[in-house]
């Protein structure tokens, strides 16, 4: 589908046509995303509890960075989308201009800081011996694929704010084909164990990232990148500060709440902090088209509140809701079933302990996880209108207010012990998007934000 089609199909076709087109590629692409860690963790299961507890231990770190820088791209994809809907190409290419070069300039900043506070990092953490080495070796060197994965990201969101998912889907399938094919040769054959995890993570972002620099210079497409026309705009800037630094500061103040939820679950031992990880990792896999959902609904309002088409925008959400919820109702009963969730984490771990402690908490998860499609959906809506001060707010108090409080209860005064954490996060998850789900309602995502 050529870039004019996909403007007319989200400002003025077949709305569930829409979803579909943009969310199906987004949905594969998470999931390809998300098979960079599930191959790790699958195979570092094979080298040990030790292994394995220390990759998760370390993981929020490095997603703090992610998050934060995250918010480059989001504005990026929402602010090319409104663009693009008001029929404003020349500001969209030197839109994409200016956001790759924050983008690149944060990445490699970031990389080399985090690199050098490492050893500090872990040691704040509470990892002690085996668990402390593997933690500093792995997020040293993986922490070192930030510029590749930023230069991917961007790619994915200048194509998805012109409605196009597909070329970023199969650039992360060749990405994640690298990966499958790294980890076991660099972990087990050339015995390297988590230095062998992260090489072969940064290594499978680095191809792509080359490639995807090239396609973005490529001045057949609508949108490309001009080199020579990267100076800053001081109207522009503002409004990538306007729309990104909220991003920026939910998502990585939500992912240090992860961080200190780490911290939490380690006082229970390496094999709650095994078993968390492998919960988490499996339950982002059941989210993924809920996830893909809340990006198609991002686009599709981004254009058309670009297009002033505010009416249609609710509708894509409104729809984009329905199926999302629908989907991890059906889903989510299924999985939630004891015997379905220990044969799914089985796969990741043959320690009783960590398997029993796992399925517990997935099959809680799966049976609650219907809330994110009313939490990813909403999101979508308010990053799309431009209202990422709203996410901001919603992702701090989801960590730090609903999911820390929940906790406290269930630690200290229902005395819970681990299980206080799963609650904890299904609790907080269902308390966001009720929330989100009120603001909605106020009607306050319509009010302009940014100036196309």
């Known amino acids: 589908m050529n870039k004019k089609s996909n403007r007319e199909l989200l400002l003025s076709g077949n709305l569930v046509k829409a979803i579909m087109a943009l969310a199906i590629p987004v949905v594969i692409n998470s999931f390809l995303q998300t098979m960079y860690n599930l191959t790790d963790t699958y195979w570092l299961g094979k080298l040990g509890t030790e292994e394995l507890a220390a990759i998760n231990l370390v993981s929020p770190m490095q997603n703090i960075v992610i998050n934060f820088g995250s ?47 490492t050893p500090s990092i872990v040691t704040w953490l509470g990892a002690k011996e085996e668990t402390w080495q593997h933690s500093k070796t792995y997020l040293q060197l993986v922490i070192l694929d930030m510029p590749f994965l930023y230069t991917v990201n961007m790619y994915t969101a200048i194509n ?139 686009t599709i309002v981004g254009q058309n509140v670009g297009a002033e088409q505010h009416d249609r925008a609710e509708k894509g959400y409104r729809l984009s809701m329905r199926i999302s919820v629908i989907f991890l109702f059906l889903g989510g009963l299924i999985l939630s079933r004891m015997p379905v969730s220990t044969a799914i984490v089985r796969i990741f771990s043959k320690d009783a302990e960590v398997v029993a402690m796992a399925a517990d908490f997935l099959s809680i998860m799966a049976f609650w996880c219907f809330a ?81």
């Open 71 to 117: 918010g480059i791209t989001v504005a990026g994809s929402v602010l090319i989308a409104q663009y693009l809907g008001a029929k404003k190409d020349e500001d969209a290419r030197s839109m994409a201009n200016q956001i790759f070069a924050c983008a690149l300039l944060f990445s490699v900043v970031c990389a080399v800081f985090c690199a050098i506070a």
């Open 160 to 298: 998805q704010a012109q409605g196009d998912t597909v070329r970023p889907m199969f650039l992360n399938l060749f990405g994640i084909t690298i990966n499958m094919i790294l980890d076991p040769v660099l972990m087990l054959v050339l015995d390297m164990g988590v230095a062998g995890a992260a090489l072969a993570t940064v290594g499978a972002k680095a191809v792509p990232a080359i490639i995807a620099f090239i396609l973005l210079l490529n001045k057949e497409k609508d949108i490309y990148l001009n080199l020579r026309k990267l100076k800053f705009e001081k109207e522009k800037l503002k409004n990538i500060l306007v729309i990104g630094l909220p991003t920026a500061i939910g998502g990585s103040t939500m992912q240090f709440g992860f961080l200190l939820m780490s911290r939490n679950v380690l006082k229970y031992g390496t094999q709650a902090m095994a078993a968390y990880g492998i919960g988490n990792k499996i339950n982002s896999l059941i989210t993924l088209p809920t996830n893909g959902i809340g990006s198609a609904v991002a």
């Open 372 to 452: 994110n499609g009313v939490y990813n959906s909403s999101m979508g809506l308010f990053q799309g209108s431009g209202h990422t001060e709203v996410t901001m707010i919603i992702d701090a108090a989801r960590l730090w207010i609903f999911r820390f409080a929940t906790l406290f209860i269930c630690e200290v005064m229902l005395h819970m012990g681990v299980r206080s954490v799963w609650y904890s996060v299904v609790v907080s998850n269902g308390l966001s998007a009720m929330v989100l789900y009120i603001v909605y309602r106020t009607g306050y995502w319509r009010r302009k934000r940014i100036k196309t």
